[in-house]
């Protein structure tokens, strides 16, 4: 069994928590799936983890400090961050 096996299988014993996929330029890896803990705090694991029940799915472009967000589910946001980057990134969201 290896790392990303026994992280899926701590992951699917919790239900609920949320998941968020996503593709693109930007990330450590090309596809991920971050998993936002009950306390607050993310996992980050290469690829797509199953099992998951998607419910929105969102765009998300960031460049130098200014983030654009088109939420199919909360809109359009922009916001800014204090750090500089540059990510586009289509990203799903579900538990």
């Known amino acids: 069994m290896n790392s990303k096996q ?3 299988m701590r992951v699917d014993s919790k239900p609920g928590l949320k998941k968020y996929i996503e593709i693109g330029y930007g990330n450590r890896w090309f596809v991920r799936t971050e998993i936002e803990n009950k306390d607050g705090t993310e996992t980050e694991i290469r690829g797509m983890i199953t099992p998951f029940k998607l419910l929105s799915i969102y765009l998300r472009i960031w460049i130098g400090y200014k983030v654009l967000v088109i939420d199919l589910k909360e809109g359009i946001k922009i916001s800014t961050k204090p750090k500089k980057c540059i990510k586009f990134i289509l ?4 538990i």
Request: charged share 30%; glycine share 28%; aromatic share 28%.
């Open 6 to 8: 026994r992280v899926e």
């Open 91 to 94: 990203g799903f969201y579900g």
